[in-house]
Every structure is written in structure tokens, then in C-alpha cells.
């Protein structure tokens, strides 16, 4: 039997998920591959917090990065530490050493992917990172692979299991944002900063990466227009079940005729959608390909085994790529990229406002959309008292620029206490 030796790069919630995995499925796995494989080493910073854990005699620990990269046996390393500078520091050392390289770090590769599997490809060596994006399902594959005889048009899902949780926790268990982030935070969904997943920065950098695949296109982080679940209340909730909408974060990556635009926001989805009824930590993501049409994945996108599983199942590809002698002879494409303005993308929104209790105040606001060409789909008012009131207005389809624009000037009528949401509708 063959024999591979690995080391990874941290040992938190999918390392350690690593470690059982391996020792959960071995057999199953080394008969596949007819290959045996083995962890030798694992760099980790707080060495007592280790010694404590439930791990195989056989592996060695080490704070020292040297250890590994010195050592010839080690022919893939794994990297579950997070972190930009760090771990790609240590990435590009693994290449020159021709080590082949699986992460799951989706900051790194989000802002770093192509110029990695650059250098991969010059040192002839494997870089995957099936992981990085919607945890154990198997999306960065299908699009270098299975979808790639398509040009793929459009791609949308929930990307993120952190604000899934929340979302779903607040709408079915009432409970609060606090509460459910704190409850994904120990169940080991959420980032060490839990401010990427609320603030969509987790979602963006996964919809980077999807849409450098999938459309072959040198977009970066960078390039997503952002926007979190920070202000998504209680109130938002019952007034989207209310309408037959669920609340969800969505990361979308569309072709338009004008470029590419790359979106990670709060939408509200009609019930009866696939998408709205993906519920705690799963993800989903559609694809639509102009030959395949669309295609669904589903599973989970966060914790240790769903996301040690596509991080063992990369090894498997790059053990696999060693016993055909095809490591790092995979070529990848890519495009020059035009980016739509954020603007001018088109949606009908729900918009929330505290305004004062008064004759003229509807009239005022209504008026405003009026002047800028916007229609009101529905106006309600909703709970008030003697002295202020809630409304909520659903427009139709209108460019972002001017729906923000629109809401500058409401904001400014002395009537209207504040702008408490908007919220674009999906209507797929
Ligand atoms: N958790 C999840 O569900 C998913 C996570 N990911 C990604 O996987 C990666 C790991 O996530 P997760 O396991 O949750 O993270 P954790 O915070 O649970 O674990 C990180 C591990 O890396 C070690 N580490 C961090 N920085 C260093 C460093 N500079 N030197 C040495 N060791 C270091 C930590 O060691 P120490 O404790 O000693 O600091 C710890 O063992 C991240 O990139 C994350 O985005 C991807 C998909 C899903
Ligand atoms: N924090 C991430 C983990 C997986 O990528 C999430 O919540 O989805």
C-alpha cells in the first residue's frame, strides 16, 4: 500500500473535523485511493490548549511552521487556520517546496485565488479548495468540472450557514440576533470574527470565488457590493411572513449585458422558492449554465464534518492527481471583466418607515417616488400610536441608485423619524 503524509495548518473546528473524519472513514477512503493516508504533523499557536484534545499518538504537534515545511515526508498540506497574511505566506513557501496545498480559507482565496493557482501551476503542484465555499457541498468542483462544457449565466444562493441560522432562528424560534449568533458561534458556524458572516463579508468573498470559476473572471472581493443582516429586526420578519416572504441573505453573481454584477444582500423570497426554505446552517446555491439550465446544490454549509469533508475529499483529488501524474496540469481560464454599476441593478424593494402620525405624510412620501418615476406596488399602514406610525411600502422594480437616492430625500422630510429597512424582493 502507498503511503501519504499530510500536515495541517490548524486544528479549531474543520481541523479537528480532519482528524476524525480520517479516522472515521480510513479504510473506506485508503481503498479508494489504495493509498494509506497519515497526519503527521499539525501547527497550531497554543500548544497546553492541544495537549489536552483527543488526538492520535502518531501525530506531532508544533508551533513551528519550519517543522513542517522542512520536512520532505510531508507531501500535502492542509491549511485550517483563517487568517490572510500568515497563511498565505505559508501557502506560496508549500508550492516552492512543491507541497501541494488544500484550504478551506475563503479570505485568502477570495483576494489571492488566482495568483496562488498561478504558482501552483509553476511549481507543478496541486491548489484546491473545495471548502472554501458552502462548506460540504460540492460547488467549486462542478465549476471547473461537471458544468464547465457551459457558459455559466447566473449564480445565487445562501452562502453563508452563520446568518442562515440567525435568520431562521429569529423567524421560527423568535429568538433574538444575539441569541442565534451566539448559538452559531458554539456550534461552530460562525468565522473567529463573527462580523464577516453579519456583515456579508463571509457571503462575498464565497460569491468571488464562485464567479472566478464559474465565469472565469479576475473579480476579487473587492469587487461585491456588500450589505449585512445588522438591521434585519423582528418587525422585518413578521412583516415579510406576513407578505409570504422568508428573510434571507443572498449572494448573487449575474451576467448582464453590461458586465458582471456581484451582489451579497437581505432579500425578501416568496415562500413557496426553494431558496426560502433552507433552513439553520444549510446553503444552497443555483447555477445556471446556458446549456444545463439551472441546478440546485444543497447541504450544509458550515461545521466540522460537513466542511472536513469536502477538505478530505480535495486530498483525495490530489492523492489521486499523484497516482495519475497529472498534479498541477489543470488549466484554468480567465477573462477581462467588466463590472455592471451596482446602481443600476433592478429589483423591487420593501421599504419600513417611522413617520409621524399626521394628515400629508403618506402624500409627501408617495410623492417623492412619483417625482423620481417609482411606483408603489402596496402602502400600508401599520402599528401606531397617537404620535408615530409604521409604514411599509412595497415598490416596484427600480434601479438601486435611485431607489437609494429617493430614500436620501424622504429621509430628509421633517415628517419621517427614519428609514428603518429596505430590502429588495426576489421574484424567481
Ligand atoms: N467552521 C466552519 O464551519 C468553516 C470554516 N471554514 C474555514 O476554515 C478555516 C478554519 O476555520 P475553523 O476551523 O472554524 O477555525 P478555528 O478558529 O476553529 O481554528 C483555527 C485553528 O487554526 C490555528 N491557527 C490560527 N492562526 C494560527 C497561526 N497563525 N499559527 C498557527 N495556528 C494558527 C488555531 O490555533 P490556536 O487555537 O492555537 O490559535 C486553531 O487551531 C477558516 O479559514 C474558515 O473560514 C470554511 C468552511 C466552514
Ligand atoms: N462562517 C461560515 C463557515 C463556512 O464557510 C458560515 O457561517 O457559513
Redesign the pocket.
Known sequence: MKHVAIALLGCGTVGKGVVDLLSRNGQLIEEQLETHISIKRILIRDLPKYEQMDLPDTIALTTDFNDIINDDEIEIVVEVMGSADFAKECIEQCFKRGKSVVSAN?DLIADYGIPLLKLSQENNVDFQFEASVA?GIPVIRPMYSSLNSNRIERIIGIM???TNYILTNMTERGLSYETALKEAQEKG???ADPTN?VSGY?AARKIAILATLGFHSAVTFRDVSVEGIEKITHEDIEHASEMGYAVKLLAIAQQNDDGISLNVHPAFIPRSHPLANVGGAYNAVYVRGNCVGDVMFYGQ??GAFP?ASAVVSDVMNVILHFNLTVTGKRKYVWHDTKLTDPRSIRAPYYLRMIVDNAPGVLSSISGIFAENRISIRSLIQKDETKEIAEIVILIDASADGLVRDSLKKVTSLSCVRRVANAIRVIEI
Open positions: 475563503k462548506g453563508n450557514g452563520t458556524y460562525a468565522e458572516d463571509d454549509g458550515a466542511t
